[in-house]
Structure formats: C-alpha cells, structure tokens
C-alpha cells in the first residue's frame, strides 16, 4: 500500500516531471563541458560561439528568461485551474495537475536554466579565455526548443479549457478505468449482437458526427448493390460500438473500412457541414445572458437574437434536402436524417423565449423577430411562426403576472428596447397583432 500511495502521489502531482527535468539539464551540461574539455575547447569555433563575454551574456540571458517562462506557464495553470473549478467542477483539479505537457512545458524551462547556470561557471576569462562551446550550441537549441513548446502549450491549454476536452478527458480516463475493472467477457451482447448479420456498421470509437461524406458514401453503397441509412444525425453523439451505419440489402460487396471512414467523429460539434450548430451557439449565448446569474445581460441576448433572425430570415424561402441520396441512375443510396423549416424555428426560439420571458427587451424583439419572418415565409411555414407567438405571449403573461408591464413587453422592437418604446401604437393588446 505505501507503494501504491508513492506512485499515485507522484503521478497527480506538479512537481515529479519538473525535477526529473532539472536533473537531466545537470546532466546534459555537465556532459557537454566534459566534451569541451576532451576538446580542448577547441571542437566549436569561436566565430559561432563568441568570446567570454558573449558566452556570460548567452548564458546569463537564457537563465533569466527560462525564470521568466516558468513563472509563466505555473501562473498560466493555476489560473486554469481556478476557471475550471469555478467552470465546471471543484474535482478538476487533479486532472489540470496530472496533464503532462504543463508539466513537460515547466520542466524544460528549467532544465535550461539549469544548463545555462551550470555551463556558466565554465567560461574562463584568463589569458585568451575559454568558451565551452558545445555547451553554448546546446543552449541555443534548448532555446529554439522552448519557443516551440512554448507556443505549443498555449495551444494546449486553449484546447484543454474547452468544455467537450474536459468531458473527453475525464470520460476517456473512466473508460480505461472501466475496461480494465470490468474485462469483457467475450459474450457478444447488445448492440454487437445486432452485428452479427452484417446489417450494421459499429461506430469504431465515440465521437460526435460532424462531417458526412455523402458522395463517397454514395459510391461505396453503389459497387457493392445496397443501400445504406445513417443512425445518428448530423451532430449527434455516437458510443463506441454503437450502430452507426444500417445496410440495407445485401452487406456482402460492402467496403465496411471505407464506409466508417467516410465519417467523421470529432470531440464536439462544428461548423464544416452543421448548420444547426451555429444556431445552436447563438442560443446559448442568449441563454447564458438572462439566466439566473451576478449579471443580468439582455443587450447581449437581443444582439443573439438578431443573428438568429437573420439566419431563418435566409432559411424562409429556401428548400430543405429530405436526406436521400442516389447514385448516378436515381438508385437511392445514402438516407440520413435532416433539419426542417419547423426545426430550425424550435431550436432558435424555445430556450430564448423560455428563459427570457419576464425581460421586455427580450420578448419585444422576439415578436419582432417572429412578425417580420412571417412576410417571407410561405403559408406553410407560417404555422410553426404563429405557433411561436402564442407561446411568447403566453409565457411572457405567466412571468409578469398581472402587471400593467405585459402590454410593454409584448410591444414590436427591433431593437428590444428602443425607439419604438416611445410609439403610443406599441401599447397595445398582443392580439391586435
């Protein structure tokens, strides 16, 4: 046990990488003098190197500044470390202390320093002088090498502050955890069973599907003669060994490798091909902005609204793909599942209209919103609009009650609260439309 509580201390704490580091910068300086001295410190001429006084002022200067971007990267992770606490969870911090690259990022640091300290006191100013160097040379590499981590650790640490990294972290720990605590058995059961026949392609890892090749899932369905529909949608998180692709027909021919690969399984959503998600941002930034919270911010809630607006304002004429694919002779080979007019109306304004029900500037330029779609919407589509507003008003009368300010928050303003407030046209009742 004493053994198991060594390891576990030293594989969650900061410090273990760090001095292994220092060590090695002992050591790489103290074998680059031994060389110099084998040498006669004649190896490295000194027109690459410098005399005395340029080696002390290399030197000097690579100390200080791996000081410098030490302090950096430890003030830059413990800031991390305080955001995500109060982000996401108190229990992230072990994560945040376990990662390696901040621990490699401070370890380099200082095993440069403590090259160029220990390298230091080998420059000799007597007679002609002495300048180690392959110690120098050295240096500078651990120089060049440090701004290249450096830059990679700030990439590192913007990708690890994403909210998906930190679930995949975590949830990738579990799940090794969970393979190794509870081995498979070797009895196919579930979803695996269902793949007995051939009829599904298993999703080889998780992921979130965010890019479908739709042409070459077409051509892989047309050479082997069947037809294939996609599981999840566009955005949707598939389990590792869950179905991903259906078969329909005969599976035999079927490249299954090439079928998989032609989609992707990214940690998080993205933009290439899910235009959904971009809608889906813009609501959370208006929810985020009136949800209980310090601060209140409705202004910003409005400038997402408009976003939204103008987004379905260019959806309202336009056709949506009903997810059938078909090869060159009309065969249909690909089915996935796609968004709809009434769709794209329910993801913009359901969660706004829900969590800002009780803030004029909000309500006033959702029906703003939802008037001035009307005129550029079909007849068809103008259901789910009109449906929309029943809510709205609904909603906002159940949060003011029987205030006298339910006629105000009902009112038209592109602007939420804005020049149209002072318009004696705008108090008036909700149904007057």
Same mark, same amino acid.
């Given at each position: ?64 500044? $791996? ?217 959370? $930034? ?148």
């Amino acid at each position: 046990m004493k053994l198991f509580r060594l390891l576990s201390h030293i594989r969650s704490s900061l410090w273990f990488v760090p001095v292994v580091c220092v060590l090695a910068g002992i050591v790489i300086s103290i074998g680059t003098i031994a060389i110099d001295r084998h040498y006669d410190y004649d190896l490295v001429p000194e027109s690459l190197t410098g005399g005395p006084d340029a080696a002390v002022a290399v030197f000097s200067t690579v100390a200080a500044s $791996m000081v410098s971007l030490a302090a950096l990267v430890l003030t830059v992770t413990m800031v991390v470390v305080q955001l995500a606490m109060q982000q996401f969870s108190p229990r992230i911090v072990q994560t945040f202390l376990q990662d390696k690259p901040s621990q490699f990022a401070i370890g380099l640091f200082v095993a440069t320093f403590t090259h160029a300290m220990v390298a230091l006191r080998e420059v000799r100013f007597e007679a002609d002088g002495t300048v180690p160097g392959v110690a120098v040379l050295v240096a500078y590499l651990l120089v060049v090498l440090c701004i290249m981590v450096l830059v990679a650790y700030v990439h590192h640490i913007g990708q690890s502050l994403r909210v998906a990294s930190l679930i995949e972290l975590v949830g990738n720990r579990t799940r090794a955890l969970l393979d190794e605590a509870y081995p498979e058995s070797g009895e196919a059961g579930g979803d695996r069973a269902a793949d007995d026949d051939g009829r599904f392609l298993l999703a080889p890892k998780s992921g979130v599907v965010s890019n479908i090749g739709h042409d070459r899932l077409v051509e892989v369905a047309r050479a082997a003669g069947c037809s294939l529909r996609l599981i999840p949608a566009l955005g949707e998180f598939v389990a590792a060994g869950a179905p991903l692709l259906e078969v329909e027909g005969d599976p035999t021919d079927l490249d299954k490798r090439r079928a998989v690969s032609s989609l992707v399984l990214s940690l998080e959503r993205t933009l290439d091909q899910d235009v959904a998600y971009g809608l889906r941002m813009l609501v959370d $930034m208006a929810e985020r902005a009136v949800s209980d919270s310090p601060f209140l911010d409705p202004t910003t809630a409005v400038q997402a609204i408009d976003r939204l607006y103008d987004c379905l304002r260019q959806l309202a004429g336009r056709s949506f793909p009903d997810g059938v694919h078909r090869d060159a002779d009309g065969e249909v080979r690909l089915t996935v599942s796609s968004m709809d007019w009434d769709a794209y109306v329910h993801l913009a304004f359901d969660e706004i209209r829900m969590a800002g029900a009780a803030s004029p500037q909000i309500s006033r330029r959702l029906r703003a919103s939802l008037l001035d779609l009307k005129t550029v919407a079909s007849l068809e589509r103008q259901v789910v609009l009109d449906e929309q507003l029943r809510l709205l008003e609904a909603s906002t009368s159940a949060a003011l009650g029987d205030s006298p300010d339910v006629a105000l928050a009902m009112g038209t303003d592109r602007q939420g609260l804005g020049v149209a407030v002072g318009s004696s046209s705008e108090l008036v009742s909700p149904t007057d439309g």
